[in-house]
């Protein structure tokens, strides 16, 4: 793909284009320079522009801009998530007055505190997102766990320092833990994240 395609790809406003077609004009012209001729007798100026170098740029560019996007994310999902701290647990339930459950209080903070829809249930939110390796967590990430004999039965998100925030079980409040307890530890049944990609497409859907 040339940098001109990816760029309409990306929907990159028009003036952008001026401003390429200014460079590749000067890098095509040597700056005013004698043509250089190579080894086969065509000139550098009728050669192919290499673009290589801007189009990892710009790749390098939107990276960074789905990272940035990721990281508030996390913060604003977990704000909503302490939150919540202490509420008490619901099955069904899905709002701070009435409790919430495992998977509606993760599907809760993810629309309240990031604009993203999720689905309801642990297995499905566990199918909605992209795996990762229980190294690489970080904030805002969700923990799953087989609590009930079938895998993604429960789901918390990790907050950092080897905790994660979740509502437990009937009869208790949302809360903090840590992933290294005997009992977590024992049923720890993967890692996995909100992609930036996914996110974006989320957001433009509410």
Request: aromatic content about 8%; glycine content about 12%; overall charge positive.
């Amino acid at each position: 793909m040339r940098v001109s395609e990816y760029l309409r790809c990306r929907r990159v406003p028009g003036r952008f284009f001026g401003w390429l077609g200014v460079a590749c004009a000067l890098l095509l012209a040597g700056c005013a320079a004698p043509p250089v001729t190579g080894s086969g007798g065509r000139t550098a100026a009728s050669l192919p522009p290499d673009d290589d170098a801007l189009l990892q740029w710009l790749r390098q560019r939107e990276a960074d801009g789905a990272a940035a996007d990721l990281a508030r994310l996390r913060t604003d999902a977990l704000v909503v998530a302490i939150a919540y701290v202490g509420v008490p647990y619901h099955r069904g339930g899905s709002d701070y007055e009435q409790g919430v459950d495992c998977s509606g209080f993760v599907q809760i903070v993810f629309r309240e505190g990031a604009g993203v829809r999720l689905p309801r249930t642990a297995a499905e939110q566990a199918q909605a997102t992209q795996p990762i390796e229980p190294e690489a967590l970080s904030p805002g990430d969700l923990v799953f766990f087989n609590t009930s004999g079938r895998p993604y039965s429960h789901v918390g998100i990790y907050v950092g320092q080897g905790r994660f925030v979740h509502s437990p079980r009937p009869g208790a409040q949302v809360r903090l833990e840590r992933l290294d307890a005997a009992y977590w530890r024992a049923r720890f049944d993967g890692a996995r994240r909100v992609e930036p990609g996914a996110t974006l497409q989320a957001r433009a859907g509410n």
